[in-house]
């Protein structure tokens, strides 16, 4: 007789589910994520000081609030060992799911955590909205533009004095479109943003 077989039916349990490896963001983790975005951005290596100053003005917490309305998943937060690890950050622009900004936290760099989000972020997009993910790196990016074609990506066109006079490469992935219409993304006006505004101010 097998030791399995001899065991007690309540004391045999299926093997632990392995825990999710992202999730999507709420109001309450707009400030983590803006202040390790605009970390991201200051300690970046490839970008100017001009394009860093213009990136830190544009992604506000309010700017974080109205991607998350629009759709949770628009700031996706990595995890690993429970805690945020990373996140990566995204918005649909006429038709198209631009990818904005990746980062994992500098303490969790020794792990896989780059290439598991990046294909958890792939997956959960390719879900019938978009035609394409596309997205900007700088020319000399090479670790970042390795990934990408390591993850099915293709550079698309070299951008000659693009931003703020530097090169940039345009990189873009094909998705499955089956969903009729196309999302138009955030929500504008002063209305919505007085609303989100309140709401950020409550959740500190």
Do not use: C
Request: zero cysteines.
């Amino acid at each position: 007789m097998s030791d399995l077989a001899s065991t007690p039916a309540a004391a045999v349990t299926p093997a632990a589910a392995k825990p999710p490896i992202f999730r999507a963001a709420s109001y309450g983790d707009i400030a983590l994520v803006h202040a390790r975005l605009q970390e991201a951005i200051a300690t970046s290596p490839f970008y100017s000081d001009e394009f860093k100053a213009y990136e830190s003005a544009r992604l506000t917490r309010p700017y974080l609030a109205s991607l998350i309305e629009a759709d949770p998943h628009h700031v996706m937060i990595f995890m690993l060992k429970g805690e945020p690890s990373g996140f990566m950050i995204s918005g649909p622009e006429l038709g198209t799911l631009w990818l904005y900004w990746s980062y994992v936290f500098p303490d969790k760099r020794r792990s896989a955590l780059g290439i598991q989000g990046m294909r958890a972020f792939i997956d959960h997009w390719d879900n019938g909205r978009f035609h394409k993910i596309a997205t900007y790196t700088k020319a000399g990016n090479d670790p970042a533009a390795a990934i990408m074609a390591r993850l099915g990506f293709k550079q698309i066109a070299v951008l000659e004095q693009h931003i703020f006079g530097e090169d940039y490469l345009l990189f873009e992935r094909p998705l499955t479109k089956t969903v009729p219409g196309y999302d138009h993304g955030v929500a504008g006006g002063l209305r919505n943003r007085l609303r989100r505004s309140l709401r950020l101010a409550l959740t500190r």
